[in-house]
């Protein structure tokens, strides 16, 4: 899924977000994990639409924005990272 469709989603319908490194050969991207209903969406930081992205996630209450410096080091081991996750009370 592209993080255009992630964009498009209401605050309500997002479950969870998780930032994380996948290593591949030459280069170490960043992705995103967007759960939805029992759904995960993914995007990469190589998506030309990746800066939107963050911005409309960092919008959700709670966000934890200080994501990026914890995730992007040290370069290579998986690192994750559980952004944010919707309260208790706020259904879809």
């Known amino acids: 899924m592209s993080c255009e469709a992630i964009i498009k ?4 319908a997002i479950d969870r977000v998780i930032f994380f490194r ?3 050969i030459k280069v170490d991207p960043v992705w995103c994990e967007v759960h939805v209903d029992g ?5 990469s930081q190589e998506d030309k639409l990746w800066m939107q992205l ?4 960092e919008r959700l209450p709670g966000f934890m924005s200080d994501w990026f410096a914890t995730v992007s080091e040290p370069p290579y081991p998986r690192m994750e990272m559980v952004v944010y996750e919707r309260p208790e009370g706020l259904l879809t």
Request: hydrophobic letters at 55%; proline letters at 6%; charged letters at 40%.
């Open 39 to 43: 759904v995960v969406l993914f995007a």
């Open 22 to 24: 996948r290593a591949e």
């Open 9 to 12: 989603l209401p605050d309500e």
């Open 54 to 57: 963050i911005e409309r996630l």
